[in-house]
T-cell receptor, first 114, second 115 residues
């Protein structure tokens, strides 16, 4: 596609509900990142995939957060039993090579937990 | 661990006036440096980057940033802003030793350009 696409753009979840956020990276991009951006803050790294391999998940805040990229293209970030502190914008970025000197970001999914 | 500090959370500026957005970082190893811009309701876009070579880097829309190793800074400047430059600007660093290039961002600076 022309750019990184994320869906849904907005998600309201009741506390305790599970959510799944989708990222379609630019076609052919090897690298995929997830970031979390809390209100008034810069994005913070969550996890990194190189093709289908999840090489770094050091930024995932708890075991309620799970990400996958089974075929090396589309990725899903799943949050189980959502809590209010999970409210944030979740950003996906992709890059064409493993040097990752230029990452292309999607518009993000704004998650609000009520 | 590295950190990024953007000293101004908001910068109001008049159209055609100059603007400077300050960014300082701390790191025990060498870094690559980036500025990203986020226009309203859009994703982050890379504005410019410093990887190596000349310490002064420029973007296609008139912004420039200078890497100052001794002061650990990477301030962003534009000599004359337009209304369309209204956006949030994020400074980011990446360790040169990081295998896959995860970025650490500052908190952002909101630039508001008024006529």
């Amino acid at each position: 596609g022309a750019g990184v696409s994320q869906s849904p753009r907005y998600k309201v979840a009741k506390r305790g509900q599970d959510v799944a956020l989708r990222c379609d990276p630019i076609s052919g991009h090897v690298s995929l990142f997830w970031y979390q951006q809390a209100l008034g803050q810069g994005p913070e790294f969550l996890t990194y995939f190189q093709n289908e391999a999840q090489l770094d998940k050091s930024g995932l805040p708890s075991d309620r957060f799970f990400a996958e990229r089974p075929e090396g293209s589309v990725s899903t970030l799943k949050i189980q039993r959502t809590q209010q502190e999970d409210s944030a914008v979740y950003l996906c970025a992709s890059s064409s090579d493993t040097m990752n000197t230029e990452a292309f970001f999607g518009q993000g999914t704004r998650l609000t937990v009520v | 661990a590295q950190s990024v500090t953007q000293l101004d959370s908001q910068v109001p500026v008049f159209e055609e006036a100059p603007v400077e957005l300050r960014c300082n970082y701390s790191s025990s190893v060498s870094v690559y440096l980036f500025w990203y811009v986020q226009y309203p309701n859009q994703g982050l876009q890379l504005l410019l980057k410093y990887l190596s070579g000349s310490t002064l880097v420029e973007s296609i829309n008139g912004f420039e940033a200078e890497f100052n190793k001794s002061q650990t800074s990477f301030h962003l400047r534009k000599p004359s802003v337009h209304i369309s430059d209204t956006a949030e600007y994020f400074c980011a660093v990446r360790l040169t030793t990081d295998s896959w290039g995860k970025l650490q961002f500052g908190a952002g600076t909101q630039v508001v350009v008024t006529p």
